[in-house]
């Protein structure tokens, strides 16, 4: 069995509004990501012209490049996307891991009709996580 790529597949890519690196320390915090490259700006600002981190075998790209209707300076992060998504094989862990690190509860953890435990978060930068833990009669798809 060959390693999944983490390069492959939609890959997000978002505009963090200045925050890039203290997201990416956030997420190794929260979700146990892998720091896998940092980016400045050759202008001496501690701002991101690109951040990846890798989590949960996935990759995940971040910006402070300004390239969003709202301007670089804009501080708001746009979350009308709806949310991120992390299957995982222990989901209390995961869950208590991010709300330690200071991700609050946007609907709880628990048991779901269609028989996986799932529940959504949300981090301080606006962005919306669900973590989801397979149930014993469902296929796993990664």
Not at 36 to 59: E, S, W
Request: charge should be negative; proline fraction near 8%; charged fraction near 15%.
């Amino acid at each position: 069995m060959t390693t999944p790529n983490p390069m492959q597949g939609v890959l997000p890519y978002l505009f963090m509004a200045g925050r890039t690196a203290e997201a990416m320390d956030f997420y190794a915090r929260a979700f146990g990501a892998e720091d896998i490259g940092r980016m400045p700006f050759d202008d001496g600002t501690p701002r991101l012209m690109h951040g990846q981190v890798l989590i949960n075998g996935g990759a995940l790209m971040m910006t402070d490049n300004g390239m969003n209707p709202g301007g670089a300076d804009n501080a708001r992060i746009q979350t009308n996307f709806g949310h991120l998504q992390l299957v995982v094989d222990d989901g209390r862990a995961w869950w208590a891991r991010a709300t330690a690190a200071g991700c609050t509860v946007v609907a709880p953890y628990e048991r779901q009709p269609w028989g996986g435990d799932w529940g959504l978060l949300q981090d301080p930068f606006g962005l919306k996580w669900g973590i989801m833990q397979v149930g014993p009669s469902e296929p796993r798809t990664n």
